[in-house]
Structures are given as structure tokens and as C-alpha cells.
């Protein structure tokens, strides 16, 4: 395809200005649709909405409809921030699209958002794939590139197609998992650009990221890539599908999310009474509650929203952030700590003061 000469960008990017800290100016959400409830489930796989609820937690999830694709929920996410900050495309430096479901493995997610939101060509876009712990490990790439002054406002945005990766003949792992896109544009926290300059909220206080490769079977996409490229054969026996080992996984992700929030807090300075909201990565009620027990929260400080969207994966706490500040249970000034678990395994945490 041809540009127009008069589009092309200008390449020569803005001095660097390093920033104190970075914030997040505004928060974004979108979810197809496509309403799957557990008993629509219950119709495919031997499973109940009694069992489903029970054991997950899990109510109901998106899905996206034939011919939408990630990158429709991704770009509609980060236009919702977009809007929510009074900015134009035009204002992104950086696009960190966080997804392990893309629309294809090449080009990158993040360019497709990138030609489908408007944001000027010559403006970088990349993926970002570290499982359900992806939106946090973006947003701390976007801190340290906003405070060393690379980049002044970036998007970050985790984005999952999974009901197009999940094998709706597996009980285990079907009934899991919803589509969804969460998006933020962080910025300086001197950020003066649109609406948001008024209200200088959702400072970035710290992040910790940790993964271990030791463990890379207890959940992952077996077949596609260069280990057992895509094949008939392949296909016929669902390894281009999700596998998991539900317990082993159950039993990291509570260990992990436990541990790492611990240590981001001490490396911080707060206590777990100066949490005024926990916003847990959405996989599994059990698991949140488990997290939340033993790190001495109570529920009423939990976020949630798995119960209508299930595990949106990397989507999960930024919907879910985005959901509690917009109808003002986590208000400004309030200390908020976010905790993710997935395959890799990974896990983070971070630390925001709305
Ligand atoms: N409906 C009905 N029965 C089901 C079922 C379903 N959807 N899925 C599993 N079962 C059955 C099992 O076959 C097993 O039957 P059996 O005792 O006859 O063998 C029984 O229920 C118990 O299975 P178990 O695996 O012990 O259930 P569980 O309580 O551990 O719950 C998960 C299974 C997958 C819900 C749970 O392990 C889990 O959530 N793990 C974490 C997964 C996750 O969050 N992954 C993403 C991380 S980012």
C-alpha cells in the first residue's frame, strides 16, 4: 500500500524532558457484545453453571463475534482512554499493546491497533507477551520510558481474543476464560495535556515483576510454534489450543501473588492496612480469596469483576481498575495494590496511589 507523501511522519522524535514520576492519566474498557452465560457452556461440555459458579466464581464471559478481532476491542479500549484523558491520537508517543491472544503472530498486535485508532504512522507499537502478568509488566516498561523522558504518553493496553484459544471440548479450561480489553495512557505526573491535567490522579508509587521459565508446562499453547510448528496433525489433537494443569497452576498463583505483593509493599514502606483496595488478576474467585486471606485483606477491599467477564488475562486488572474509579469506589487519594499470576510463569504487582 502507498502513503500519501503529505501523511508521511516526521521521524525526529521530541527531546527527551525525565519526569519525577509517571501517572495514570486515564483508564478505558471494552468488551464485545456477546453475552456467553455458563449454562450457553453447560450446552457445550459436561459442566454446570452450580459447578462453574462454585468453583470459579465465574458467572458469565464475552465473547467476541465472528469477524471482530482483538485488535476491534483493543483499539476501542484505548479510545475510551483516549477520550477519558480529552486527547487525540495524535498525542501517543508509544503503543504497548499486552497479549498473549493477537490477531496474528505477525504483524504485531500493537500494530494493528496502532493503523486501527489513528495514531500517526512512525509512532512505535509492540507487543508484549508475559501471560496474565502482561498489563503490569507494560505499565512498568511505560513508568521507567515516561520518567527517563523516551516517551511522554504512552498506551498501554492488555488485550485478550481467548474464546478463539480455548478447546470448547476441554471442561477444564473452557469454562475459564472471556475476551476484553483494559487500556491507560500513563504520562508524566506533570502531564498539563487535555482534561486530565485537572485531576492529578493514579500515581505509579511501584512494580515488581518476576518470572520462572522452570515451570513453562503448567500452562501453555503446545503446538504453533517453532517446538511443534502448526500441522494437520497438530491441530487434530488441539495443541494449537490452551493446556493447563488447573491445581499446579491454583497452587503457584497464590504462593506468587502472596510473595509479591509482600515484597513491593516492604520495598515501599506500606503495610497491608495502608491498602485501600486490592485489585487482584481475575482467574479464579478461590484464588482471591486465598490471596486475600493470607496477605490479611478483607474481602470488602477486594476488587472484582471475573463474576461477568471470567479471565480476560492480561485485561483483567485494568477493566477492573478502570471500573471501581469510574463509579468512585476507589477514590482519589486511596492506595491501591494490583497482583498478577499466569503462565511462564510470571507474576507482578504494583502499587498506585489514586
Ligand atoms: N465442570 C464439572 N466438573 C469439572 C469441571 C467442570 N467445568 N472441570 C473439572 N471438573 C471435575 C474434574 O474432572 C474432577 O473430577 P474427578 O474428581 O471425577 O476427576 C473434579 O471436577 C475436580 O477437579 P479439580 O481439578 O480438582 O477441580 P478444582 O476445584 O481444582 O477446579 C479449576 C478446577 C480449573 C477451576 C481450578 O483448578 C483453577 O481455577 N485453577 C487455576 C486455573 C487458572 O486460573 N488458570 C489461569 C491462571 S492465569
Redesign the pocket.
Same mark, same amino acid.
Given at each position: 500500500m502507498t502513503r500519501p507523501r503529505d501523511t508521511v511522519p516526521a521521524m525526529t522524535p521530541s527531546p527527551p524532558r525525565a519526569a519525577a514520576a509517571s501517572r495514570i492519566v486515564a483508564l478505558g474498557s471494552a468488551f464485545p457484545e456477546q453475552v456467553l452465560s455458563n449454562h450457553d457452556i453447560a450446552l457445550r461440555v459436561?459442566?454446570?453453571d452450580a459447578?462453574?459458579r462454585e468453583?470459579?466464581g465465574i458467572e458469565q464471559r464475552r465473547m467476541l463475534a465472528p469477524g471482530q478481532n482483538n485488535s476491534d476491542i483493543a483499539a476501542a479500549a484505548a479510545r475510551d482512554a483516549l477520550d477519558r484523558a480529552g486527547l487525540p491520537p495524535s498525542a501517543v508517543d508509544l503503543i504497548i499493546t499486552c497479549t498473549n491472544t493477537p490477531d496474528r503472530w505477525l504483524p504485531s498486535l500493537g500494530a494493528a491497533v496502532q493503523a486501527k485508532l489513528g495514531v500517526r504512522a512512525g509512532v512505535p507499537a509492540y507487543d508484549l507477551v508475559t501471560?496474565?502478568a502482561g498489563w503490569l509488566a507494560g505499565v512498568q516498561a511505560a513508568d521507567a520510558l515516561v520518567r527517563t523522558g523516551a516517551y511522554r504518553h504512552v498506551l498501554v493496553i492488555g488485550s485478550e481474543a481467548l474464546t478463539r484459544y480455548v478447546d470448547w471440548t476441554d471442561?477444564?479450561t473452557c469454562? /475459564?476464560f472471556g475476551d476484553g480489553a483494559g487500556a491507560c495512557l500513563i504520562g508524566p505526573v506533570d502531564s498539563a495535556l487535555g482534561s486530565a491535567a485537572a485531576e492529578p490522579r493514579g500515581r505509579i508509587l511501584g512494580l515488581h515483576l518476576h518470572t520462572d521459565g522452570h515451570f513453562g508446562d503448567v500452562?501453555s499453547l503446545p503446538a504453533g510454534g517453532t517446538r511443534q510448528p502448526a500441522s494437520l496433525e497438530a491441530v487434530a489433537q488441539r495443541l494449537h489450543l490452551i493446556h493447563?494443569d488447573? /491445581?499446579e497452576?491454583?497452587n503457584h498463583?497464590v504462593r506468587c501473588m502472596v510473595e509479591v505483593s509482600r515484597e513491593l509493599l516492604a520495598a515501599q514502606g506500606l503495610a497491608v492496612a495502608d491498602v485501600d483496595w486490592f485489585v487482584p488478576?481475575q482467574?479464579?474467585l478461590r484464588?482471591i480469596q486465598a490471596v486475600a486471606r493470607r496477605l490479611g485483606l478483607p474481602m470488602e477491599r477486594v476488587a472484582l469483576n471475573l463474576h461477568k467477564y471470567g479471565?480476560t488475562s492480561t485485561a483483567t486488572i485494568p477493566t477492573c481498575l478502570d471500573e471501581y474509579t469510574q463509579d468512585g469506589r476507589i477514590q482519589p487519594g486511596h492506595t491501591v495494590l494490583m497482583t498478577a499470576?499466569?503462565g511462564g510463569l510470571t507474576w507482578a504487582a504494583g502499587l498506585l496511589r489514586w
Open positions: 459436561d459442566t454446570s459447578w462453574i468453583r470459579t501471560a496474565c471442561r477444564n469454562i /475459564l500452562m493447563m488447573g /491445581l497452576v491454583f498463583a488478576h482467574a479464579n484464588i479471565n499470576f499466569g
